[in-house]
């Protein structure tokens, strides 16, 4: 079989294929992350490499301007190889921007460590050091060793304790030295240990017992596991300080952008394997990354407490995913119990533990239980709202009394799929839009100040925002070509209008960065769900918004929205802006609370099993409620009193989109 | 190096050794047990085998006779070949006998069926399989599969619960038939399952789920880990019935025939390892024995419960034995933690447990454990005695109201060492001796009715009570050959007088079986030292002989005593016979109960963490109760009224031995 040489730049990486490859299977052959959000199943078009030497093979229009396809563009997931190739992966495609921020630069440092870092009242970590200085045994008090050391732990650490066999055919040894005598050798007594207990379900477990005061060194790694990114915090568990915080996005990106697609991945030979081998790999990466910048050993971390949605902790402990996606979506494990990190393939300490956030349901998963945790919702008189946007939107309404959840399936537009110029928050990306003027002038940013590329989520809520307030488009959506006649063009193919938010002579970026009326149709599908699913819970328990006293944003989305322009596309109810919160990363937030205290943790097990889920899948007023809130921001105008305050002012100047 | 074939009769099996190796050395690599009950040590001197044809080196008139060196005779420790040998193993050197009982012959499993086979008030196993037919999941309960299993499980074993992450990752497929369809496969609920459920410490853990229902298989193995004998009781744990029953003797004998011998031969490179493997060994025979006898797969045992002595628990375990022979003796574990029992080695279901009976002591092991929780004693308000006689005699004592125990290193002279003619409970070993008139007659039976060879535990003790009750012996045991001339002969080396019990001549025996002064003073303090262990006892709670109601006699020596014989020397004390109770194998019984109900289990745990142990090592009160104890019966008389009498009467014609 004929194999053909193919090189990617601007990595400069180089692979070997067998002939009847595709290009996508090239590029993760070669370790080359080309943006396939779709998982090579035809549906994204997000996987776009340019051709610089050589030829290929297949149908390569879809997605493509005839532009694009005159410069060398095709879709590495619809091309075969038929000769050696040098590939360019265009910025649009590139992880780069992002990757860079996750794991070194300052920014994503402070937002990773954002959000409910509040200290718990006492710090009594999950896994914990005690030292003691243990009496020698006499004629008058022979206890054995194991239950010498059992009895002075359970003082410290009271409640039920267990211990490996290992580490009780280790004691004698650890307790006393070996004197050599001649040629025999001598036992000599000396208690000074230190031994390091973790909490199972509910049961204590000596993990390890060391000679010496080892006190100090004593690590545990909160995680988050999300469907893009995981970010990894090493925490100090002898005086609760972070450490070290590293993030990277998640490799399981190049078997689909969503759960769903990765699920599916899963029902193939060898899918469910090389997805637990994946998202392992990154924590492994992370691990590395971290121990080698805080100077601490791989053994000296005793815990990890892993929190995400649902589908990817399964995939992190190797569970079946496949039910998560059927009607009635039935995890495996809600609670998995707390297992050895080493059974997973984690090199931490090999006895080390690796805690799961417990879990609401399928859809509603650890990092959830984690932010209602880290919001302090659940303590509080004040009823309150909780957002997780993503691709599945998870939404908690609550107070002391009472909590409520459920999950929309939103769609991934606000995570740069199924639009034209989607595309995540990496290099390039615009993550905020102003418009000014009548014929409105458009201003925009970057993630990192690089021409722009396309748009992240925040700069398509900042855009739709901005073209409702200007009459771009009419409540309905709908595109008003009149009302600026000046930015739109037409489709080179089928002729239909095109609005264009940056043109690429204007920004110096390689592209028109344009929004189509079937964008605009799945950014508000999008919207129309997060909303109808809150609208859902808010009627449910029979409260107002209005009475909603708390707005959290959870999630690494949230801290860059800008607020009123969520509101303004009926995203985001419309209550008081001073009402709103951002938690940061309320999953990791809430990880590290539970790992300071094991109460924290117990308390997070309460959280969960007082979460009431309300399914909306088979709810026809959802469905309902959905239709209703596929208008901007609202068929019911009244229910976003400042929104028609600025529609009804619109004419009369320009309005910035973010005011 | 020259290399020699050494063969093996009567087994016929051959090796190859190096020059060097002694004889001993070349018998342990052909598998061949040759009675070297002191390990190799040069100590005890049964390790008598004959050279038929070759020859050897070193010195080996030792314990051995002028006419039994012109026979060929050797100790197997002491010599080294310097050609090939053909070498016979004689009889009393044999383990034949007694294996032959120990794993076939009914009167084995009688002796191992018997004692405390009383059953617990409710059949709640350690280790319980439970049938379920969980409900399928829907949308108004879509409740994760291990939630939904562990919640059914809860409702039938209440308290916390584990479960390790292998069974949640089989769980969807366990409860669920995969369906093909055309390219694809469907998931189709069947939610009848069997869960197997053991208690670990103070938390319950699923072990595994199958599918149907499978309650009817789940079966236990209780063990008796003895210095001498290993006993393994097939138990159904459906019904509670034992099934199938099976002893051998112990593979470390090869090590050494006490505990502290083969504490010893740990010591050695390799040496903790080798016995750690022989035990499993043993054990792992038995399984393979009672599962083929069973029709029971292995897989369907899914717990073990050990008793033993302290060092035997310690070897089975592959824990640290050392420091329990040197003061302060210090065991490594008294409670070693419910373990996987594959995790040292023995061939049950993988993740079936493997329970530790706890042990009091150094001294006073799970088998006492076990012999009092299966005596009853801690829960009657009657004062009790439990005694078990043996290289180290345990001695408890105690009631509802309180506990004390104490270990004498009493000698091995009950188990056959340390005695000219002793030998253990094998083929040609007489077990009761009786005599006759007052030249004195003597009638011997042996434990297989083959002609005399030597003489066992119970031999022993009959023969020291009927040689005191004919004058033969005064109460200090010196001989008194004036009272049976006839009966003493000289010895060929040192001249000194010899009692021959049984002639060789008359009994068709290989050899006359002989007690010298020597063997005499042997046997009073062995007997002394457990005596005065009782007497310590008594004392320390300030009660008199004649309040105890109640005299247990343990282990498998027990119940072939002869009670009267045991009182004439002063072994036990002088209560009416009625109080006596033989309690059989009370370790294994008291296993089986521990096995069959949890409850029970955490009622051996109270009863040792109420056993308050005694040291006697550094009493010196011990001491002086053990010098007074060197008489027979005592120097105190009137503490045995009964013998006394017999004593005095003793001028006045024949008394049986036993009578």
Redesign the interface.
Known sequence: MAHFRIRFLPDNLETTVAAGKTLLDAAREANVYVGAICGGERICGKCRVIIREGEVEGESTEFLTRDEIRRGYVLACQVVPITDLLVEVPPESRLTGYKGIGVDSEQFRDFAHRGAERPPAALAPIVEKYFFDLPE???D???????RLLEAVSKRRPG??????KI??E???VLRRHEAKRT?WK?KWDGRVTATVGM????NEVLCVESGNTADRNFGLALDVGTTTVVAHLVDLSCGTTREAAAKYNSQLEFGADVVSRINHA?QPGGAEALHRAIVQDVETLIEDLVQRAHVGRGDIHCVVAAGNTAMLHFL????A??IR????????????P?RAA??GLGIHPRGILYTVPMV??YVGGDITAGVLGSGMCDSERLALLLDIGTNGEVVLGSREFTVACSASAGPAFEGASVSCGMRATSGAIDSVRFFQREPMVAATTVDGSPPVGLCGTGLIDALSGMLLEGVVDRAGRFQVARARGRFRENEEDGQPEFVLVAAKESGGPRDVILTQADVENLVRTKGAIYAATDSLVQSVGVSFGQIERVYIAGAFGNRLDIASCVNIGLLPDVPVERFEFLGNSAIAGAKMMMLSHHTFDEARRIRDRVT?Q?L??DQAYMERFTSACFLPHTDLSRFPSVAHRLGAHGSGSVPAGA
């Open positions: 045994p006499t004629l008090d022979p206890t054995a060793d194991q239950e039920p304790l267990q211990m490996g066999l009780t055919r004691l004698p040894r025999s036992w199972r379900a509910d049961v029902r402990l190797g569970l079946e496949d039910l059927l009607s009635p979506f039935v995890p495996s494990a809600t609670s998995p119990p297992l059974e997973v349901g399928s889920y399914e899948m088979v």
